[in-house]
């Protein structure tokens, strides 16, 4: 392997989704405008590719969300994805919001505003049409509580490890350096500026860093000494002072079956399964396991194996100074799934479709799940600091996000893009919030 560079002008820190698509995209920006190529800029990872939250995606990519910029931004990624559906280990199977009457009202508005859009979907309003519509594609749907469906025809899921692998070798092919086991330590800054990053194995003069860590953010904000607090301007014009970052736990897993149980009424693979449903919720004994609401996604998948999905997060009651983010993922002692998860996953599935019942004693019982860094109000956080620092912090919406790489290389380049100026850090202070939805999730 070549030696690391000791100057790159480009420095894109993280081999995740965000890293490799920013570099992807800014190696053809540069060629096309004559301003240089894949050779100015290197991707470094402190472990390897996939090693963050990328790599334990459950890799679903829909548009379903309540705030207008989120969905635009969502539209324009899923361009991405399909451009190049087998690269990117991309099934475009559609998605499903499946939901119950508390959450009606939003859900409409996002079908109105995703027909604005052009994206394609169907809206099916009422208990008795819900129902039947899901019969139409599941003979044996059951789920309680349901009085709307919005079923996205574009969108589905993408295999985690396998679309990054198509990313690299896309970057890679721009002629982009991508270093595995190079972990930035510190930024060296003059004048406000960053003049190079400081990692373990030595140090690389640049004139941009692209910060694209996940779930690490905290880590280079505090080395640029930016705000742990951050004030909000509420609608009603008061201040509120937020924690800048957050972690949540997402719990996910995989039920041992063969992918195929769960094919729809044609013996097709179904749209990836999201419902929110305020009905109880009851394990296979009959013992109650919540009140509700409660909420569960799921979709076939044959790389982790079954039927993957996931439940409601939880919150890290814990400031985020004091979060072990190492080792991560399913490495982690503190933030992988246990028994609650179990049941309630499982007992959600049958819930869901006859064909789960019975079937809880065949879930996975591995390590899985993950944590996520949040900000102060759950949405992403695109923006230069120090001049020349650009943080892409997606608030851990983001691997479906494959296309704010593509923006983001061309604000490198001195082009602002409509589509990301709604995710500036000064809305908190200016009060340009995002409207906020009754959906159990912090990401929707
Ligand atoms: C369990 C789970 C399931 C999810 N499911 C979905 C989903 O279905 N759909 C969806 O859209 N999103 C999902 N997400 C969110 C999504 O995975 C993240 O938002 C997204 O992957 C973040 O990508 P990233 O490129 O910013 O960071 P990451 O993929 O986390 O990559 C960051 C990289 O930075 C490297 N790094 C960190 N610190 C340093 C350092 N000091 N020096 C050098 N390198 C460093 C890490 O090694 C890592 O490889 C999920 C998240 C989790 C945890």
């Known amino acids: 392997m070549s030696e690391l560079s000791s100057s790159s002008k480009y420095v894109i820190v993280g081999a995740g989704i965000h890293g490799l698509s920013t570099a992807w995209h800014l190696a053809k920006e540069l060629k096309a405008s004559g301003q240089g190529s894949g050779s100015d800029i290197v991707v470094i990872d402190k472990t390897a590719v996939g090693a963050g939250a990328s790599g334990i995606a459950c890799g679903v990519i829909r548009n379903n969300y309540y705030q207008p910029a989120m969905r635009e931004l969502m539209a324009h990624s899923v361009s991405i994805w399909d451009s190049d559906p087998e690269a990117f ?19 409409t508005t996002i079908y109105e505003q995703q027909k604005a859009i052009g994206y394609s979907s169907t809206f099916i309003e009422g208990a008795a049409e819900s129902d039947a519509y899901m019969k139409g594609i599941f003979h044996d749907w059951q789920a309680k509580g349901i009085t709307s469906v919005l079923h996205e025809h574009k969108g ?34 003059n004048g406000g500026a960053v003049t190079a990053v400081v990692t373990n194995v030595g140090t690389i003069a ?40 957050t972690y949540w736990a997402l719990q996910e897993g995989t039920l041992g079956v063969d992918p195929g149980y769960l094919v729809d009424n044609d013996g097709n693979m179904p749209p990836v399964i999201h419902i929110d449903t305020d009905a109880p919720l009851l394990d296979d004994g009959g013992e109650l396991v919540t009140e509700g609401p409660w909420g569960i996604y799921y979709k076939p998948d044959f790389s982790f194996g079954g039927i993957q999905g996931g439940y409601v997060p939880f919150i890290v009651d814990k400031e985020a100074s004091e979060v072990a983010v190492d080792p991560y993922g399913p490495a982690s002692p503190d933030f992988v799934v246990g028994d609650d998860f179990y049941r309630a996953w499982t007992s959600a599935l049958a819930h869901c479709q006859k064909r789960f019942e019975g079937k809880s004693g065949l879930i996975k019982e591995e390590p899985s799940g993950g944590i ?16 020349n620092a650009y943080f892409i912090a997606d608030s851990n919406h983001g691997y479906k996000m494959m296309g704010v790489g593509a923006l983001v290389a061309k604000e490198l380049l001195g082009d602002t893009q409509a589509l990301l100026e709604p995710f500036r850090y000064s809305r908190y202070a200016e009060g340009k919030l995002h409207p906020v939805s009754n959906s159990p999730y912090p990401w929707s």
């Open 206 to 245: 640049c004139e941009h860093v692209v910060v694209a860590v996940g779930p690490w953010v905290q880590k280079f904000w505090a080395m640029l000494d930016l705000p742990t607090v951050t004030p909000v301007k509420g609608s009603d014009g008061v201040i509120h002072e937020r924690p800048t970052w």
């Open 89 to 107: 280990s991309f099934h475009p199977v559609g998605y499903m919001q499946i939901s119950h009457e508390g959450m009606r009202e939003d859900v």
């Open 372 to 387: 996520g860094s949040f900000t102060p109000d759950s949405f992403p956080v695109f923006d230069q600091f120090s001049e």
């Open 156 to 189: 589905g899921y993408a295999n985690n490890m396998a679309s990054l692998k198509g990313l690299l070798a896309k970057a890679e092919a721009e002629g982009v350096q991508v270093r595995s086991g190079v972990e930035v330590q510190e930024l060296e800054t």
